[in-house]
């Protein structure tokens, strides 16, 4: 019924906001709406301790499951629960691992201009046996900050995480 209803559904349905346009309404006839999208499309290199990857992928920097202020290239509302995994963003991403418990990323996925683009660096590492992740950003217009950990007290897990815009 929504199909019928609502006159910009298809388009709203097909739409996609990647640098790549990676959704595609197949069948759009009536009250009939057969959407597929393309999640992930990257080609990926090796080389010792450096790994490259281009193209639409998940890049994933937040600890927690629920709410991740250091997960930048995929913000996504609180309560939109019906989606477990989030979608990929068109980037590259530069990864070196240093020791077997840290590694350190690079990764840009461009705008339309500077203000509409994220270019953040993150450094993960073992301290104390907690995993500690430090995160600093060009995010769109602002500078951004952040830091999370992931470890335990006694028996249960304890972690957080935070991200600082100016």
Known sequence: ESVKTFPFFAENVGND??????????????????????DRANIEYNKGKWNFKLGR??????????????????AYNFV????AERPGSDAARLTYYATPMSQIEVAYRPGGNLD???????????????????????????????????????????????????
Do not use: C
Request: no cysteine; charged share 15%; glycine share 10%.
């Open 57 to 74: 992928q998940r890049i994933n920097w937040g600890i927690n499951l629920a709410w991740n202020p250091n997960d930048l290239f995929n």
């Open 116 to 166: 509409e683009s994220i270019l953040a660096a993150y450094y993960k590492f073992n301290k104390w046996q907690y995993d500690i992740q430090t995160i600093v950003a060009n995010y769109n217009t602002d500078l951004a900050l952040g830091l999370g950990y992931a470890g335990s007290i006694g028996t249960a897990g304890f972690k957080g995480e935070g991200t600082y815009f100016h």
């Open 17 to 38: 906001d990647g640098l790549v346009d990676m959704s595609f309404n197949l069948v759009n006839e009536n009250a009939l709406l057969f959407n597929s999208t393309i």
């Open 80 to 83: 939109d629960f019906d989606y």
